[in-house]
């Protein structure tokens, strides 16, 4: 079970729809592949979808770190020794990403060698989440119409909507029309990506206090201190902290500062390791996790529903599983299925799938 090579792979795969929110907008999916062996010659796999306008990583950035700063301390470790790789990779400040789809194909591995999912190991509470969509800034009619369209596919009854322009009014009217076209048939919340301030945000949630919504996402940026608990304790829906919260010790201080009610878990952004730390510490603090999506592609949404599944609180909501249906392809060998609403985690050992290597030759770009 050693490891014995630690590799990176970019590859870029475009999107039918790009993606427009509050911090940024995503037209292709320049991702990275990262590839653990080990001396038996079990491969394990996993997504790094780098976010260079939220974490600064970018997909040159993630190649180079995995590959020079965090191969040579990886290699020669066993896939069991998951504890030490994280404490060698914490030496290095930032890079979430990256470490994140390193801890995550050593998981791979891990449950390849063992002959058992990584769901399983991690907590085996169930095998399926119900899948929420992500639907981003344009007009109304045409966000309505989207949002009409993933139920009609897909049967999403979740909806969490972009926000964060100016004025309000323009995503205020997006949610007040996906309220009056779908009745109480859906599930609706909003994620502002930093984009409005504090007085903002409580003026666009007073005027949307009518339309039932289920949670309201890092409206305005954590570094408004007084301004953002301010803001929190005057809402009455959980209000999640997601970029604000890369590590457990940034939940810890938004949630003990007030500045946060509930947190966003992004396998992409804390591995599988990092994210139990994050669950965990979420359960003993009773407060409500949503398992949320970095814009991943089919393996990156795999890891997701994986971690997700294996735990009751990480599985009670609606998880954000389907940003990879906008891409135009992808690199499984078996494509994801979202149906009536839910995905089903692979039921193969590890993460349950399988790299096609036609695809992965197609869209590698460093060859
Ligand atoms: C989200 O929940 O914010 C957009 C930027 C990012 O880092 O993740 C996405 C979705
Ligand atoms: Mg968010």
Redesign the pocket.
Known sequence: MKIVALEAIPFAIRYTKP?R?A??E?HTAEHVLVRVRTGDGVVGVAEA?P?P???GETQAGIVAVVEQIFAPQVVGLDLSEREVVGSRLARTVGNPTAKAAVDMAIWDAFGRTLGLPVSDLLGGFTDRLRAAH?LGFDEPAAMVAEAERMRECYGIGTF?V?VGRRPVALDTAVVRALREHFGDAVELYV?G?RGWTASESLRAMKEMADLDLLFA??LCPADDVLGRRWLVGQLDVPFIA??SVPTAADATRELLAGAATAI?I?T??TGFTGSQRVHHLAEGLGVEVVM????DGQLGTVCTVNFGAAYQSTSRRAA?LS?FLDMSDDLLAEPLQIRDGVLCRPPGAGLGVEIDRDKLAHYRTDR
């Open positions: 993606l929110f911090s940024g995503v979808p976010r306008f939220t974490y992500m969490k972009k994620d990506n996402e890092e997601d970029e966003s992004k992409a952004r949320g999506n970095q814009i954000e940003n």
